[in-house]
């Protein structure tokens, strides 16, 4: 029943990657090369001949007004613009790597997305004229120019019906054929890809009347990397920071926070809770962490490791409620990673539920200033934001 | 019997929502060491554990439990009426749809990790061709009914028998949570059902809070929800609606930040949409009544008991 807590997260896919993925169900992209530095940018364009696009690689969105899109006539231009966006600043993301791409003409600029409708449980796809920028922004300003159609996943995605919707959206004759090639093709790369959501914004009319995928935005569901074993690859290109790293190389759901108390939890929802409590006490949590259902030893042992080297902490508030985790593991785990290393804060424990009262034998004889036990989870919250504001030694 | 709620008009009867001391209870994965573990507890608790399945070791038993090839065959032999999937996440998909076409009618699925795809296709397959059929889960600790029947890996102790309040959840440590602030108050559980935050869950905050408003024992509920999706501002509006019954509740991830999908799949803020001020907002504007954090909320249902 334990899984590989790592599988559970989303996967992003930088823009590149995820024309890979869509070229590989057969969708038309343009020719492109990734680089890392300047002078591989360079040497990209002229393999492939200039005009190129010069496109920052990050997991945001709004890259063309934050600079990390330029167009590049020369090879010159193409340096040029290499060099400013390397180490380009967007939205907290430093720009690593460009992807050069052979320019495309564009006559018209459209929108297309599947994503799941979790309050309709089907599929969703939309389709809209108003391509090019930010689909909230359409939504919000013209609603009518998106086209919905819902897809039963049992029945999946038919052609009659992909160009009824289609024409619903309204596009000129001469991309229909073209758009509903695209959009079939997408689909299919939505279901057999396992995709959490796959989106072309824009999917471009050129001049010569071809539909073409210009941009890629692609989100991967982790859960599913048991059937796509080359998931595997973009895990690496993942962006999180230092801590989030540690976390994620041992397998632990991590997200990291502002403050100082450090949150060691089993179950997102008691994970989430314990943060809003600390905060409800007049604290601040420094990371949220679930490590899951039924963690062993080494799990419990890597989270105490993870959260004592985050030199924000000053006080770990460990907060166990046993269902398929059990006390007793949870405190063998505590009592082994105080054995491994040596623990820099204070730590304040709660255990309740399956084989709690086993637990809580393990743990007494190790009771200290520097490892307590509170009943409730109000009380240890409490407990833990005392000892961030006064006995907490961190750094 | 159980079922009657499912019908229009249905009349209810005294019981607990979906299952009872006479559900009959077949182990889909018994054999595996989870599914062994929480089997025999569920067993040790008073629920009817009739049957395993695997293919591979049918004609076995497990400490006593008879294991056969399939569902169908379990259901044949002991008449068992539900399932609980202790199966790893790739074989849950066809787990599910055994369990159905073995003909239980309500199926709880345990497992994390199920591919989002795959809970989207077993969910309109069981709309479809199976709608009689109740689904709970995947990624749900399960259900109990305290002094009945516990299916799944609820710690039974925590739970206190005879209600009146019935308990709904997404998360799973919350439901324990949940379940021990009522216990340390004297008050008591008739169904406390874990729905799961996974993104397609087989049973919603709906389908329960139906089930409870025509449960006689049922006088008052508990919800507990999270950040992310519409859920919870849809089981809003139902209870604005259609609930007779008092609500009391509490939604996770107050102070999570937008962008971070906090460990759930479904847990997540974006775009400025299924943040848990929202969520409160629509509940409370409903006549929920809302806490800040689960004894809090414990604290206004200990009130909502006392007014009873």
């Known amino acids: 029943m334990s899984r590989r807590v790592q599988e559970a997260a989303e996967v992003d896919l930088f823009e590149y990657q995820g024309k890979q993925f869509f070229a590989g169900y057969g969708m038309p992209v343009s020719p492109g090369e990734i680089a890392f530095t300047v002078d591989e940018a360079v040497a990209a364009a002229e393999r492939l001949g200039i005009p190129v696009m010069v496109k920052a690689q990050v997991h945001a969105g709004g890259r063309g007004k934050a600079g990390g899109v330029k167009f590049a006539a020369t090879i010159d231009e193409v340096r040029t613009h290499a060099s400013a966006i390397l180490g380009l600043d967007i939205k907290g993301h430093v720009v690593g790597r460009v992807w050069i791409e052979e320019a495309s003409d564009i006559a018209e600029e459209y929108y297309a997305s599947f994503t799941l409708d979790r309050s309709a449980k089907k599929h969703l796809g939309m389709l809209s004229v108003e391509g090019g920028v930010e689909i909230e922004t359409v939504a919000e300003e013209n609603p009518d120019a998106i086209a919905k159609v819902w897809i039963d996943p049992v029945d999946g995605l038919a052609e009659p019906e992909c160009r009824d919707w289609v024409a619903a959206a309204g596009l000129p004759d001469a991309a229909v054929d073209g758009t509903v090639n695209i959009l079939l093709k997408l689909y299919t790369a939505y279901v057999e890809g396992d995709a959490d959501m796959v989106e072309i914004n824009p999917l471009i009319l050129t001049p010569e009347g071809q539909v073409h995928v210009l941009d890629a935005k692609v989100t991967l569901d982790g859960n599913s990397v048991f059937r796509h074993e080359d998931y595997a690859a973009f895990d690496e290109t993942q962006s999180r920071d230092e801590r989030e790293t540690a976390a994620h190389r041992i397998g632990l759901q991590y997200v990291g926070l502002d403050g100082s108390v450090g949150v060691i939890a089993n179950g997102a929802g008691l994970a989430m809770s314990t943060v809003d409590v600390i905060s409800q006490v007049g604290g601040a949590a420094a990371n949220f962490l679930d490590i899951g259902g039924g963690a062993d030893v080494d799990t419990m042992a890597g989270a105490l490791e993870v959260i004592n080297n985050d030199p924000a902490v000053r006080s770990i508030f460990i907060n166990i409620f046993g269902g398929i985790t059990r006390g007793e593991v949870v405190a063998n785990g505590i009592v082994e990673a105080l054995e491994r290393v040596v623990i820099n804060s204070p730590i304040v424990i709660r255990l309740d539920g399956t084989n709690a009262g086993d637990g809580r034998l393990i743990l007494e004889p190790h009771f200290s200033d520097s490892l307590q036990m509170a009943s409730t989870m109000l009380e240890a919250a409490e407990r833990a934001v005392e000892l961030a504001a006064t006995g907490g030694t961190g750094v | ?308």
């Not at chain 2, 994390?112 to 689904?135: I, M, S």
């Not at chain 2, 102790?157 to 216990?183: D, M």
């Not at chain 2, 809070?209 to 950040?227: C, H």
């Open chain 2, 1 to 308: 019997m159980q079922w009657s709620w499912l019908l229009p008009g249905g009349q209810g009867f005294e019981m607990s929502i979906f299952v009872d001391e006479t559900t009959r209870v077949v182990y889909q994965g018994l054999t595996g060491s989870q599914g062994r573990y929480y089997g025999l507890l569920n067993r040790d608790y008073g629920t009817q554990v009739v049957a395993g399945t695997n293919p591979r070791k049918a004609g076995e038993d497990v400490d006593g439990i008879p294991i056969f090839a399939s569902v169908t065959e379990a259901v044949a032999e002991t008449g068992a009426t539900a399932s609980c999937i202790f199966i790893p996440a790739p074989g849950v998909h066809d787990a599910v749809i055994e369990a159905a076409e073995g003909g239980v009618q309500f199926i709880v699925s345990v497992t994390e990790g199920v591919p989002a795809h795959d809970e989207a296709r077993f969910y309109n397959r069981l709309r479809r061709d199976f709608p009689d059929v109740q689904l709970l889960g995947p990624n749900c600790p399960g259900i109990i009914s305290p002094g009945k029947c516990n299916i799944g890996i609820t710690a039974g102790h925590i739970a206190l028998p005879g209600g009146p309040v019935g308990i709904v959840s997404r998360s799973g440590t919350l439901t324990y949570q949940a379940l021990y602030e009522l216990k340390q108050k004297g008050i008591g559980c008739t169904t406390c059902v874990g729905i799961g935050g996974d993104p397609v869950p087989g049973t919603s905050f709906i389908d329960c809070l139906t089930a409870f408003e025509e449960d006689p024992e049922t006088r008052a509920v508990m919800m507990i929800g999270e950040i992310g999706g519409s859920a919870e501002e849809e089981a809003a509006a139902f209870i604005r609606d259609n609930m007779t019954k008092p609500v009391a509740s509490y939604v996770a991830g107050v102070t999570a930040p937008p962008g971070k999908k906090m460990g759930h799949a479904g847990a997540i803020v974006s775009g400025g949409k299924g943040t848990a001020a929202a969520k409160m907002d629509a509940l409370r504007s409903a006549g929920v009544q809302v806490g800040l954090n689960p004894t809090e909320a414990g604290e206004l249902m200990a009130g909502i008991v006392a007014g009873l």
